[in-house]
């Protein structure tokens, strides 16, 4: 064990595998600063992520456990002048700075009545990246960032595990336990903004805009230092709730997040032993 810069760096083994754990603590900022001090103090093979998350999908359920194939940022934004239209282009748009490419959120399509507001709208933008073997101050951007081709297919093979149903472990009459048991889930994409998502119209927009699956306030920032670094990146997380409810299981965080964390330990533990094998 070592402590860095208020960090605590873990050392043991799981399987036949080598292993470094540390918590990233809450946020972008939190999560990209520790990936890079893991990858400045040590030489890692690889980063396995993991942890809980909100739920975009009202077809996966609570205990679930995700695995994207492509993570996004969505919390970079040009926030637009109030007048300006979706044709209007955006400061800075022509030196390469900002882009109209993914869309924006409107805010007057939620407001009631919808009859317009002062906050018009949000385009997301792309990170910025510096590939540590470029050329350096070279950018390019990146929106979504994929996990290792390796690792994915890897991770496939956690289909079918055997994850937690019930808060206490023991499906009895007194028990609090999920409807159906818990699955992994291979998805499309994930999504990370250092905002906790309690909000079903946000939700909802995310999904419909963005087809994400997982939404959480860390995994995309280490997906892009793990890019800017070329360390091969995956992510696991388990889904605490329907993020903003919905249903009648849909918002039951405060009641299913350690079952949900259980399950994302339980998968990443019999990923890495598979790396192993």
């Not at 540390?22 to 999560?31: A, E, P, Y």
């Not at 044709?87 to 009859?115: C, H, I, M």
């Amino acid at each position: 064990m070592c402590f860095h810069q208020g960090r605590r760096f873990r050392f043991g083994m799981i399987g036949q595998k080598k292993v470094i754990i540390v918590m990233t603590g809450l946020g972008m900022l939190n999560s990209g600063v520790t990936t890079q001090l893991l990858l400045t103090l040590f030489d890692v093979e690889g980063i396995v992520h993991f942890g809980i998350a909100g739920n975009a999908d009202p077809d996966l359920h609570i205990g679930d456990v995700t695995v994207p194939r492509y993570w996004g940022h969505t919390g970079l934004w040009n926030w637009q002048r109030h007048g300006d239209g979706p044709e209007k282009e955006l400061a800075l748009e022509s030196n390469g700075d900002y882009t109209r490419k993914y869309g924006a959120l409107n805010f007057s399509s939620y407001s009631v009545p919808a009859a317009g507001n002062l906050l018009n709208s949000v385009w997301y933008q792309p990170e910025e990246v510096f590939p540590a073997d470029g050329t350096p101050e070279s950018r390019r951007h990146e929106f979504w960032v994929p996990v290792d081709d390796r690792y994915h297919q890897l991770s496939k093979k956690l289909e079918g595990m055997t994850l937690e149903r019930c808060v206490n472990g023991t499906a009895t009459s007194t028990a609090t336990c999920l409807p159906r048991p818990p699955a992994v889930a291979h998805v499309e994409r994930g999504c990370s903004a250092s905002v906790f998502v309690d909000n079903a119209a946000y939700r909802q927009f995310l999904r419909s805009r963005f087809g994400v699956t997982p939404i959480d306030m860390e995994s995309a920032a280490v997906a892009l230092v793990a890019l800017q670094q070329g360390t091969p990146f995956i992510a696991i997380r388990s889904l605490s709730d329907l993020a903003g409810g919905g249903s009648a299981e849909s918002n039951e965080a405060g009641v299913f997040a350690a079952l949900a964390a259980q399950n994302a330990v339980a998968a990443t533990v019999h990923f890495i032993s598979l790396l192993s094998s």
